[in-house]
């Protein structure tokens, strides 16, 4: 109260301290937000980590690391380093169905589906040079124990491509299965390989890009001259019997 009876101006500093007025603490949704950043940050780094050495080879430290986490965070997150790497997978694998929109494919006529496969699969691959690297690691470290989980997909998408052309005339006679390997060996080997086989191409050793971008259409050429079935011959004619002149 003040000289006059009447309440004062100035709050007290119980008021001013009052819970209502204190700053709220982080709600659950930024938290969750954290978490999930948290997560892609040591997923980012364990993809990179894991294609150059593999599962074998891989420290746990040095993903750490390259995420800006501790070593403890990252097993708060995943028990193993085998479920670390398995997640990893698990991720490529579901980008890569995104990105190659499997569903679509299926319902195009087997010479654009082909296309499109063959362009799409590139497309990643240009984006993200690794997962060549990342596969043949663990096919010879791990017998493609992780990779069957989920990754024959992509191989039966295409071999389903090939079937469905060779039914209907449109690709040559062939084992859709070997042909499926041969074409996704066409697409991913040069990724594997790149920094072995530069010398071919002196000009693009400055700009791996450009290296990549010709590839790419190397490729498409490549594949569709393989198994388009080629186009029918014409027909020859018979020429007209010469009629003997009347003797």
């Given at each position: 109260m003040n000289a006059i009876g009447r309440p004062s101006k100035d709050r007290s500093m119980?008021?001013?301290?009052?819970?209502?007025?204190?700053?709220?603490s982080p709600t659950p949704r930024k938290a969750v937000r954290d978490s999930v950043a948290t997560r892609s940050a040591i997923?980012?780094?364990?993809?990179?980590?894991?294609?150059?050495?593999?599962?074998?080879?891989?420290?746990?430290?040095?993903?750490?690391?390259?995420?800006?986490?501790?070593?403890?965070m990252i097993h708060y997150y995943f028990d193993t380093k085998e479920a670390l790497y398995q997640a990893v997978l698990d991720r490529v694998f579901q980008d890569r169905e995104q990105g190659m929109d499997f569903s679509s494919l299926r319902k195009l006529p087997p010479v654009d589906a082909l296309h499109a496969f063959v362009?799409?699969?590139?497309?990643?691959?240009?984006?993200?040079?690794?997962?060549?690297?990342?596969?043949?690691?663990?096919?010879?470290?791990?017998?493609?124990?992780?990779y069957n989980r989920n990754g024959g997909k992509l191989y039966r998408t295409l071999a389903d491509i090939l079937e469905r052309g060779v039914a209907d005339g449109s690709f040559r006679q062939q084992d859709p299965g070997h042909a499926a390997v041969n074409i996704m060996g066409a697409c991913v080997h040069f990724f594997n390989v790149s920094s072995n086989i530069r010398t071919l191409w002196p000009k693009d050793?400055?700009?791996?890009?450009a290296s990549m971008i010709n590839h790419w259409r190397a490729?498409?050429?490549?594949?569709?001259?393989?198994?388009?079935?080629?186009?029918?011959?014409?027909?020859?004619?018979?020429?007209?019997?010469?009629?003997?002149a009347a003797l």
């Open positions: 119980a008021s001013r301290t009052s819970p209502l007025r204190q700053k709220a997923l980012d780094s364990a993809e990179k980590i894991f294609a150059r050495d593999g599962l074998r080879s891989t420290r746990t430290e040095e993903i750490a690391a390259g995420s800006g986490v501790t070593k403890a362009e799409r699969l590139l497309q990643q691959m240009v984006a993200k040079p690794h997962l060549g690297p990342l596969f043949a690691l663990e096919n010879i470290q791990n017998d493609g124990a992780f050793k400055a700009d791996t890009t490729v498409v050429e490549f594949v569709m001259c393989a198994v388009l079935a080629p186009p029918p011959e014409p027909r020859a004619r018979n020429p007209r019997q010469p009629r003997l």
